[in-house]
């Protein structure tokens, strides 16, 4: 079995000021509004593991409720949307049952938010879930089909659209590295918190590492290509997405 610990991130290197200043304002006004359903609130994604940017990244909380009905979405709603317009919340709203029973739908997800959480407010939901090995391989595996499948549809939309490439290119590396950091674990047993991470050790994978690089980079604002370069880019991480299906498919 596969369980993650939980573990307060650096808050102060994850959460920028205003975003962390309107989410701490932010998190009474719902334990108001909600009153006895709800449970927890647990922040994850980029800005618990230090990988937030202001401006582009979504302040990702897992509203996690004893029940969920009508009434109860009645009274979140308001504040759920008043979070999404001033720091682009993304509200997960589910019950500790919900994590119970789905962790072998959700593995890579659920464990990633395990290992890279803050508890916010309430009780820790996380401490209960448990991923095992043989849901992760298969998860990680379909993942990875999946997005190969996005790739080439979505290139076939944008291939004349030099910017469809590139917001394509920047959203499936992200995913990517996700699912990597994934494969890197099952493989070595080697944990990597960050995609920035995955990139220092997916050497292990005997993986083409250029263009995972130069498509990160691209994502970062830190590379700029002209049409074929990007072509030939996206081109290179589709190769890079196949090899890697390859490999999660040989796992036992």
Request: charged letters at 25%; a neutral charge.
């Amino acid at each position: 079995m596969i369980r993650g610990t939980s573990r307060e991130a650096a808050w102060a290197a994850g959460a920028p000021d205003a975003a962390g200043g309107a989410l701490e304002r932010w998190c009474p006004m719902l334990v108001r509004a909600v009153g006895e359903p709800l449970q927890a609130l647990v922040l994850y994604g980029g800005m618990a593991k230090g990988e937030f940017v202001p401006g582009h990244s979504d302040v990702n909380v897992a509203v996690v409720l004893r029940t969920v009905t009508i009434e109860v979405l009645e009274r979140a709603a308001p504040v759920l949307q008043q979070g999404g317009l001033e720091f682009r919340l993304a509200a997960l709203l589910l019950t500790e049952e919900d994590l119970r029973d789905t962790a072998d739908v959700f593995p890579i997800k659920y464990l990633d938010m395990q290992r890279h959480h803050r508890l916010l407010w309430g009780e820790d939901p996380f401490t209960k879930v448990t991923v095992a090995r043989p849901q992760l391989v298969l998860r990680c595996e379909q993942e990875l089909r999946n997005l190969l499948l996005r790739l080439r549809q979505a290139y076939v939309t944008h291939r004349q659209r030099p910017e469809g490439l590139q917001a394509t290119l920047s959203h499936a590396v992200s995913s990517l590295l996700l699912n990597l950091g994934v494969l890197v674990e099952l493989k070595t047993g080697q944990c990597v918190a960050t995609k920035e991470a995955v990139l220092d050790c997916v050497s292990v994978l005997d993986l083409p590492l250029e263009p995972l690089r130069r498509a990160w980079a691209l994502k970062a604002g830190e590379l700029r290509l002209d049409a074929p370069a990007l072509k030939a880019l996206y081109g290179g991480l589709m190769e890079v997405v196949q090899a890697a299906a390859a490999q999660a498919a040989r796992l036992d």
